[in-house]
């Protein structure tokens, strides 16, 4: 299966048809606790026709939820306070305070038949039982939606408006391998009436794939047989062999404004791009997908998920810009990248040194995505233009981007060992038009135990920057694909979008632009944003458990 098969998807809310047990309590037993980690799903076949309808089946749902028996499954898990202030809060359902979902949708492309003679059953609950979405008032806002706000998603391909490179290899380099488990996030923002329309967007997407500088991103991953039987397969990119998937939603629940309002980014990537890695039918699985969603006012917002096997987020961003362009009437032009200071390599050469900004670890074979060790979170810190001269004028020497990695990493040096974060890693880019990964610049930082001050770690970001791309080559050419690698996380990673193109549609530019890094280990990575009218927005990826001691960590150093 290319993608979902299921599309014309629906989500409604059912309430009982009269309150039972309202707000009424129901704490959980020690046996629930032992299993409120797993969940119990089931799939249902009817074939045929038969003698009721999907209203009917909707409809039952309004007494069934009326029995005293299940006026707890239309509750909430909520908090019960504990006298005792260093104990943790006792989960309880608060009966009948949320409802049950339903989803509606359909699959046009099999019969029941046709889906029961597949071998796969797991494609029974990756498909067709949905998503469990616990509403957490403890941990989001999004509290107040009952379930993802997200509705009508419906999935299409779209192929190059003509064929170019049909078939071409495009072999995967060292420093593809190297991030080929991480994926680029992105997600613009539109306000209101605009003039241009959904159907333009999926129109321009046509005449975008047919250049020939995007042949590949419409291509799957394919396996290089090699001569040897016992080595690894080596993957490539076979082009123009898939197109790339175009998701269309709706929110209805709210206009921009009032989503930009939330204090929590993290909805951006959650509901707005949509949840794509490659694999594990790898061999099937488009690079890209693009999400166009509409929100109640009117404005839409274009969220992207680029397999990063494809470029870094300078391409992905290219990729977007070269859309606008297009739709503006304006052949794509050569990106203009800004000169970046060359880091030095300091004697490593491309097969000798030990490389520190990338980890080593086992094959994950055809899923490609990092196992992470724990829950991941993120958060966007806004400074705003007074903070910004603030630090400037006490930093004089520095860039504002090296004094903000300073001030990040000596927040994280706060609430971690010294010995989990003496070493980072930055990600810059070379200047070139290309769109794929060897012009990422990777280098590492390394500090001595006695630099704490901002100051020294700025001094030390500025100038004593390791190159480490000639490493990183020898070692994954050595290892013949028999591992996999991680590069964001592997070390806490910082990367600048100073370098991104900016999007301009028509005259418009959008409202807000929120950019991350899917798949980040758990060292955590920091996304340095282009400085904007209203200052500077960094991106942090890191464990959840770590978010809110960085923030108060942050306010300390900018207070």
């Keep these: 299966m290319e993608a979902s098969p299921v599309t014309d998807m629906k989500i409604s809310s059912v309430v009982p048809a009269s309150m039972t047990g309202e707000n009424k309590p129901r704490h959980l037993t020690a046996m629930d606790l032992a299993v409120k980690l797993h969940y119990v799903r089931a799939v249902y076949f009817f074939k045929g026709t038969r003698d009721f309808t999907i209203v009917d089946l909707k409809n039952i749902t309004f007494p069934l939820l009326d029995l005293p028996c299940y006026d707890h499954v239309t509750g909430r898990i909520r908090l019960l306070d504990n006298k005792n202030p260093s104990a943790q809060a006792i989960p309880y359902i608060r009966c009948n305070d949320s409802g049950m979902r339903i989803v509606e949708a359909k699959v046009e492309g099999f019969t029941v038949q046709e889906w029961l003679d597949l071998d796969d059953r797991s494609i029974d609950h990756r498909f067709l039982s949905t998503i469990t979405f616990l509403v957490l008032i403890f941990y989001t806002p999004l509290v107040y939606l009952q379930a993802s706000p997200v509705t009508d998603v419906k999935i299409s391909s779209v192929v190059p408006a003509s064929l170019t490179g049909e078939n071409k290899p495009r072999h995967l380099t060292a420093m593809d391998l190297a991030v080929k488990l991480h994926y680029v996030r992105a997600v613009y923002f539109f306000k209101g009436a605009r003039d241009f329309t959904i159907v333009d967007l999926k129109d321009i997407t046509f005449p975008l794939l047919a250049l020939q500088c995007y042949d590949h991103v419409t291509g799957r991953i394919r396996n290089l047989d090699n001569d040897d039987p016992s080595a690894q397969a080596i993957p490539y990119i076979r082009c123009n062999d898939s197109g790339i998937r175009i998701v269309e939603a709706k929110v209805e629940g709210f206009t921009v404004q009032e989503w930009l309002d939330l204090d929590d980014r993290s909805i951006d990537h959650r509901f707005l791009v949509y949840d794509h890695v490659l694999g594990p039918d790898l061999f099937f699985s488009p690079l890209i997908y693009l999400q166009i969603t509409q929100f109640k006012c009117g404005g839409l917002s274009i969220g992207l998920s680029w397999a990063h096997v494809l470029g870094d987020v300078v391409s992905a961003s290219t990729f977007i810009k070269t859309m606008g362009q297009l739709m503006s009437n304006h052949g794509p032009s050569m990106p203009v990248y800004p000169k970046k200071p060359e880091p030095t390599s300091h004697g490593h050469g491309d097969d000798g040194g030990q490389v520190i900004s990338i980890k080593k670890i086992e094959s994950v074979g055809k899923y490609w995505l990092l196992s992470s060790k724990c829950k991941m979170g993120r958060y966007n810190f806004n400074f705003s233009l007074e903070q910004m001269d603030r630090l400037m004028a006490k930093y004089q020497s ?71 791309n000639g490493v990183i080559k020898g070692m994954i050419d050595k290892d013949s694909g028999s591992s996999d690698f991680i590069t964001y996380g592997a070390n806490l990673t910082f990367v600048n979008l100073d370098m991104c193109d900016e999007l301009e549609i028509k005259g418009e530019k959008p409202d807000f632009v929120n950019y991350t890094i899917h798949g980040v280990g ?38």
């Design 398 to 468: 520095f860039s504002e981007v090296d004094i903000l990695y300073a001030l990040i990493w000596r927040s994280i040096l706060n609430i971690r060992s010294d010995k989990d974060t003496n070493v980072i890693t930055i990600c810059d880019r070379k200047t070139s038009s290309t769109c794929w990964n060897d012009d990422l610049v990777i280098s590492v930082v390394e500090r001595k135990d006695e630099m704490t001050e901002v100051s020294e770690l700025a001094g030390l970001i500025a100038n004593g920057r390791r190159e480490e």
């Design 522 to 559: 758990d060292k955590g990575a920091v996304l340095m944003f282009p400085k904007g009218k209203f200052g500077r927005v960094v991106s942090v990826v890191m464990p959840e458990d770590e978010l809110a001691k960085l923030k108060v960590e942050v306010n300390k150093m900018i207070m």
